[in-house]
C-alpha cells in the first residue's frame, strides 16, 4: 500500500522578470539581515540593488552580511548569525547561489538558538541537541540553477578544522518565500553551468533510485531527468538562451523538491567526502566525476528504475540482453556530460591523489552516514573505496 507525508511551506515566484514582484510580496518582518557571497556577481549585475529597492518600497530597514565563501563554514555563518542577533533582525534574505541560501538558512536558524550549528547537527561530530527555537524567517533570491535550496530546509555546511561537510535541516528552515527568476541566471559562466545543472540530475536519479522515493518525488525526478536532457547542453552552449535557462531553472527548483519528497543517496556522500578536503572542487564537479562508476554500481540492483531513467534520456533498449538494460542510463548520461562539457573531468586536477581514496571514503560513512541508510544496498567502505578507484584519473 501507498503511504507518505510530504509538507512544502515555501511560496515560491517563479518565471522571467519575477524578481520585480518581491516589490509587492509582504515581507514577514520589519528589519532585514541580507546575505550574500564575497564575491562581486550579485552586486555587478544590480541584482542585489534590485533586492533593496524591493525592501526600500515597503519601507524594510536592512543590514547586508557579505562574507559568505563558496563552500561556507560554521565559523561564517555563526558570525553572521551573531551579527543578525546583536542587531535584532527578524527576518533573513540570501541572494545568491546556493551556498549563500545555504548560509542564508544556517543564519536565520542559529540567530534564534544558543550555542554553535553543530550542537544541532545529527551527523559527524555533531550532538543532534533538539533545536529549541524556530528559525527567523527566510526569502530566498536564488541566482545559480540546480542544488534546490531554495525550495528544501537543507543547509550544507562546512567545519573546516574537523573536515566535515554536512547537510542539516529542519522544518522552520524552509524558505518562506523564494524568488526562482531565470534571467538572474544567464551570468553564470558555461562550467558552472554545467555542473549545477548536473547537481540537479543526481538529485533526481538518486532520489529515484532511493528507499525513500514516493509516487509524488518519482515524478519530480522524471521531469528533472527530462528538463535537464533536454535543456542543459543548450544552457552552457548559450547563456542568453532565455528558454534553456528557464527550464534549467525549473529542474533546479523541482531537486529541492525531490529533496523534500524523497532523499539524495550515498553518491551525495561520497561528493562531500572530496570536497571536504578539497573544497576547491564544485560539489556539481565532484558528483560528475563519480557518477558514472556509482551508477555503474547501483544498476544491477534496481534494474526497472535504471531502465526507466535510461528512457527519459531517450535511450532504447529494445532487443537488448536485460542485464545490460540498466546501464544504457549510465551510457546515455556520459553523453549529456560530453555534450555540457563535462565529461572530462578529473580528480587530479584539483589535486587529488590516488592515496587519499580510503581517507575520503571514511569521511563520507563519518559524516553522511544518514544518506547511506536511503541506499537500497548497503555499501561497504571497501566498495565506496572500490567506487572512488574507478572514478579517480
Not at 551510457?331 to 580528480?347: F, R, S, T, V, Y
Amino acid at each position: 500500500m501507498i503511504s507518505f507525508d510530504f509538507s512544502v511551506p515555501t511560496k515560491v515566484l517563479f518565471g522571467a522578470g519575477k524578481l520585480e514582484s518581491l516589490r509587492r510580496e509582504k515581507m514577514p518582518g520589519k528589519f532585514a539581515l541580507v546575505v550574500i557571497s564575497n564575491g562581486k556577481t550579485v552586486k555587478e549585475r544590480g541584482y542585489l540593488d534590485r533586492v533593496l529597492a524591493a525592501l526600500k518600497t515597503q519601507g524594510i530597514d536592512y543590514l547586508i552580511w557579505d562574507a559568505i565563501s563558496a563552500n561556507p563554514g560554521k565559523d561564517e555563518v555563526m558570525a553572521a548569525a551573531q551579527y543578525a542577533r546583536d542587531n535584532f533582525c527578524d527576518f533573513v534574505i540570501g541572494v545568491g547561489g546556493a551556498s549563500v541560501i545555504d548560509s542564508a538558512k544556517a543564519v536565520a536558524l542559529m540567530a534564534r538558538n544558543p550555542g554553535d550549528l553543530w550542537d544541532y547537527v545529527v551527523t559527524g561530530s555533531g550532538k543532534g541537541l533538539p533545536v529549541r527555537n524556530p528559525a527567523l524567517p527566510i526569502i530566498a533570491v536564488i541566482t545559480t540553477a540546480g542544488t534546490g535550496s531554495e525550495t528544501d530546509q537543507w543547509m550544507v555546511i562546512d567545519h573546516r578544522e574537523l573536515n566535515e561537510i554536512i547537510g542539516f535541516g529542519v522544518p522552520t528552515t524552509f524558505p518562506t518565500l523564494s524568488v526562482v527568476d531565470p534571467e538572474l541566471t544567464v551570468s553564470v559562466p558555461p562550467f558552472l553551468t554545467a555542473v549545477q545543472g548536473f547537481d540537479a540530475f543526481c538529485h533526481a536519479a538518486e532520489g529515484f533510485i532511493s528507499k525513500a522515493a514516493t509516487p509524488i518525488s518519482e515524478a519530480f525526478s522524471l521531469q528533472i531527468l527530462r528538463l535537464v536532457s533536454k535543456f542543459l547542453p543548450r544552457a552552457v552552449q548559450n547563456g542568453g538562451d532565455l528558454e534553456a535557462r528557464t527550464n534549467i531553472a525549473l529542474a533546479g527548483m523541482l531537486s529541492g523538491l525531490v529533496q523534500t519528497t524523497s532523499s539524495t543517496t550515498s553518491l551525495h556522500s561520497i561528493a562531500h567526502g572530496l570536497t571536504a578536503y578539497h573544497p576547491d572542487l564544485p560539489h556539481g564537479a565532484a558528483l560528475t566525476i563519480l557518477s558514472a562508476a556509482y551508477f555503474d554500481f547501483f544498476a544491477p540492483y534496481v534494474p526497472d528504475r535504471f531502465i526507466k531513467m535510461a528512457h527519459i534520456l531517450g535511450a532504447s533498449t529494445d532487443n537488448m540482453d536485460e542485464a545490460q538494460k540498466p546501464f544504457e542510463f549510465v551510457k546515455a548520461m556520459k553523453i549529456l556530460q560530453e555534450n555540457c562539457g563535462i565529461a572530462d573531468l578529473k580528480m587530479s586536477d584539483y589535486g587529488i591523489t590516488r592515496d587519499e581514496m580510503e581517507k575520503m571514503a571514511r569521511n563520507a560513512h563519518k559524516t553522511m552516514s544518514n544518506l547511506f541508510a536511503m541506499d537500497r544496498y548497503t555499501l561497504s567502505l571497501k566498495e565506496t573505496v572500490s567506487i572512488l578507484e574507478k572514478s579517480f584519473r
